[in-house]
Structures are given as structure tokens and as C-alpha cells.
């Protein structure tokens, strides 16, 4: 593999990646809202192994020489997912699906819940990466912006998609084409994570929050409003509210969203900019309506039957977490008949049921039925045409880019 020397990341990115693992989405875990690493100091350790992490000048997607494949040889595989994000037996223990993959097709899976936060994880591989070694890893789960920089630095394999049959077929269509994987060559979603809208129906008085818009100037809304303190959700869904396109946004639309923001803090309609810390804020009625991760709303909802969501009509923000077989994994056949096994229906509808996050996998919701109905009917894990339609992506950004935009958003909080 090609050496080089990549680019640090910039003061903004970093500040940016601290908030996210301290309290923004890196915060959230896969059913408890545990998701941070907890430890200032691993994620400050995290931060440092990633500064050295940028865009290579020289790297293109596909750079990665394939690894000799010893599947067929050894019957196993080394899967590194985050924590609670895997269906677990009623003792507590045992790991349904993945026992079953192992009867069915003879393939051990050492699990290992060791991704704590993304960069963090990408500390840890990032000098096997880096050197063309082996990660001791088939399999890891990562979000989207990192799925995409390790891509981008020709450390993730192409899969072969004879070897994802189920995967190719049953893959909902609004996560089939992201710019920074276009046709899924390296990646296919574990789960979806949108951003939607949120309010406590008793705090405003019985009345529905379905927009941006609402929120910036219902004046019956005022000091009681938060938007996230990650860019790309605030900002996303912002521009979406404006008609833009997060996926294909300019300069100077992105600095309108910000002065659109910039406004509601001047005139204190936006109480504060938040990670997943507004939980309790709503639960209370301190907030009456915000900017939330679907993930948290569910699980607020099963305690407070006065949280409603609501899906803007200009649309919502999705990302997602992705599975990538890292360069020179021992086990790249292996690895994709568990990707493939997990866009099985029945078995989607498992991890769906267990997970509470939105499911990637079309023709799920008569499986998921069986297990639990009101899961089955609730459009945040299973979105239904009207809603999948609405979801948007925040499009990929240059170094550049990123150091600029959180720069500006960074003034904007007052982070």
C-alpha cells in the first residue's frame, strides 16, 4: 500500500469530534442511551490517533489490495460491533442470531462490542490500517463519515456482491446510493439514525411541532427550543426546511442556515444547542419542542406518553452505521455471508425488535409483526414509503469544507 503523510485535522473538526463523543451522537448507545466511551481521557487519546487521519493526496477508494482469503480454510470470523447493538437471549448470554448463522453455515463469530465511539475505534486499527496489516477484524460496524474517510484512504475491501444476494435485493432504496459509497461497493447499513422532530405534547398546550420553521419563529415556542450541537443535523435540517438539499448544498447556503440559527439565538427562541442531554429537558417540559435523534425518542416514548415526533414535509436527516470489511481481512467470504444473512427478513426483524433503530431491510414488517406489533407499525424503525421518501443525507465534505463549516457553527453554539 501507498505511504504518505495525511493531512491533521483542523481545531474545528476536533472540537467537533469532542462534542459528539462527550454528549452529541457519539453519546448515544444502541438501546440505553450509554453510548459515549465515558472516559475523557480514552476519547481525548481517540482524537490524537485520529488527527493524523485526512484525506491522502494520493488515495483513491479501491487502493487496498485484496487480502488472501482463508474462509473457505478456517470457519470463522471476527466481527467488532458497538455495544447493545446485537439481539441478545433471554439469559442474557446467548446471541440468537448470531447462534444460528454459526448452525447454519459451520462459521464461528467472535463477537466483540469494542467500538465505544468512532474515533476512538479508528484509533485502535488505524496503525494496522495505515502499515497494510491485518486489523485481527473481518467485520466492524462504523458510522457514515468514517465508513466514508476509511473508504477514501483505500482501507476498506470491495465486497462481492454475488456473495450478497439478500443484501442486494433487500436493501431500502433511501440508503442504496450515498455519495461516498455510490452502489454500495464497500459498505452495506446495520441501522438508520434519523434526525426528526420532537416535543412534548403538554408543554405546548396539545399542539403539533412539525417544522423547522415552527420552531425558529412560533413565538409560543420561545426559550423553549433546542437544536443539536452536531452540524450536520442542525444544519441539514435546516436547509431542508430553506428548500436546499443537503446533498448537494453551496457555501452560501450553508451560511444561510447558520444566520437563519444565528437569528433564533439573538432573539432567544433557541434555548440551547444540545447532545442527547435534551432527553430529560423534554421529558420535563423545559423544552417543549426540538431537533432529536429518533433512537432517543423511542425510548423516551415507553416512559412518557406526552413525547410525539413528527416528520418535517421538507424532509429529515438520516445517517447511518455500516458494516466494512477492513484491508487484508482474513476472512472476506465469511464476513459477507454474515452481512448478507443479516438482510434476511426474519433475521432483520430480530435485530430490529432488539435494537429499536431503524432497519435497513425492506420486507420486514410481517416478521417484526410476529415478534411485536407496535414495532412493526412504528415508523421509526420501519419508515413507510411516504417517510423514507422524505429522508436526506448530508453530503460529503472536503477538509476544507469541514474546518470551515464547524468553525462557523462552532461561533454559532458558542462552543
Excluded at 95 to 106: E, K
Excluded at 194 to 208: F, L, S
Amino acid at each position: 500500500m501507498e505511504q504518505y503523510e495525511p493531512e491533521r485535522l483542523s481545531a474545528p473538526q476536533l472540537a467537533a469530534m469532542r462534542r459528539s463523543i462527550q454528549d452529541g451522537r457519539g453519546a448515544l448507545t444502541r438501546r440505553s442511551l450509554l453510548r459515549a466511551s465515558g472516559a475523557a481521557a480514552l476519547a481525548l487519546g481517540g482524537l490524537g490517533a485520529l488527527s493524523a487521519c485526512g484525506s491522502p493526496p494520493a488515495a483513491r477508494a479501491g487502493d487496498a489490495a485484496a487480502s488472501d482469503d482463508h474462509s473457505a480454510a478456517e470457519k470463522r470470523i471476527n466481527f467488532s460491533n458497538w455495544t447493545e447493538y446485537m439481539d441478545v437471549g433471554e439469559d442474557e448470554k446467548s446471541r440468537p442470531t448470531l447462534d444460528a448463522f454459526t448452525r447454519r453455515t459451520g462459521i464461528e463469530v467472535k463477537y466483540t462490542e469494542d467500538i465505544n465511539d468512532n474515533v476512538e475505534f479508528f484509533g485502535k486499527i488505524k496503525p494496522q490500517l495505515a502499515a497494510g496489516q491485518d486489523t485481527g477484524r473481518d467485520l466492524v460496524i462504523v458510522t457514515d463519515w468514517l465508513a466514508a474517510r476509511i473508504i477514501r484512504l483505500g482501507w476498506a475491501q470491495k465486497l462481492d456482491h454475488a456473495n450478497l444476494p439478500h443484501a442486494f435485493a433487500n436493501l431500502s432504496a433511501q440508503f442504496r446510493t450515498p455519495d461516498w459509497d455510490p452502489g454500495r461497493a464497500y459498505s452495506y447499513p446495520w441501522t438508520g439514525i434519523p434526525t426528526v422532530i420532537a416535543y412534548n405534547e403538554k408543554a405546548t398546550g396539545g399542539r403539533k411541532v412539525d417544522s423547522v420553521t415552527q420552531l425558529l419563529d412560533d413565538p409560543k415556542l420561545k426559550g423553549k427550543v433546542s437544536f443539536l450541537s452536531e452540524m450536520r443535523d442542525s444544519v441539514g435540517m435546516t436547509l431542508l426546511d430553506m428548500g436546499k438539499d443537503p446533498g448537494s448544498f453551496s457555501d452560501a447556503d450553508f451560511d444561510a442556515a447558520v444566520g437563519r440559527m444565528q437569528k433564533g439565538v439573538d432573539t432567544k427562541q433557541i434555548r440551547r444547542f444540545t447532545g442527547n442531554d435534551y432527553t430529560a429537558d423534554l421529558s420535563k417540559g423545559d423544552i417543549a419542542a426540538c431537533v432529536a435523534w429518533a433512537g432517543d425518542i423511542i425510548q423516551l416514548q415507553a416512559d412518557n406518553p406526552a413525547i410525539k415526533f413528527s416528520i418535517p414535509s421538507a424532509g429529515y436527516i438520516t445517517s447511518s452505521d455500516n458494516m466494512l470489511i477492513p484491508a487484508k481481512a482474513r476472512h472476506k467470504a465469511n464476513a459477507e455471508k454474515l452481512m448478507d444473512y443479516y438482510y434476511e427478513p426474519p433475521v432483520a426483524a430480530r435485530l430490529a425488535a432488539y435494537i429499536n433503530y431503524v432497519c435497513p431491510v425492506d420486507g420486514v414488517a410481517g416478521e417484526l409483526a410476529k415478534i411485536d406489533a407496535s414495532m412493526a407499525s412504528n415508523t421509526l424503525i420501519l419508515p413507510d414509503r411516504a417517510m423514507a421518501a422524505k429522508s436526506r443525507s448530508f453530503r460529503s465534505l472536503s477538509a476544507e469544507e469541514e474546518t470551515a463549516y464547524e468553525e462557523k457553527f462552532a461561533k454559532l453554539i458558542g462552543a
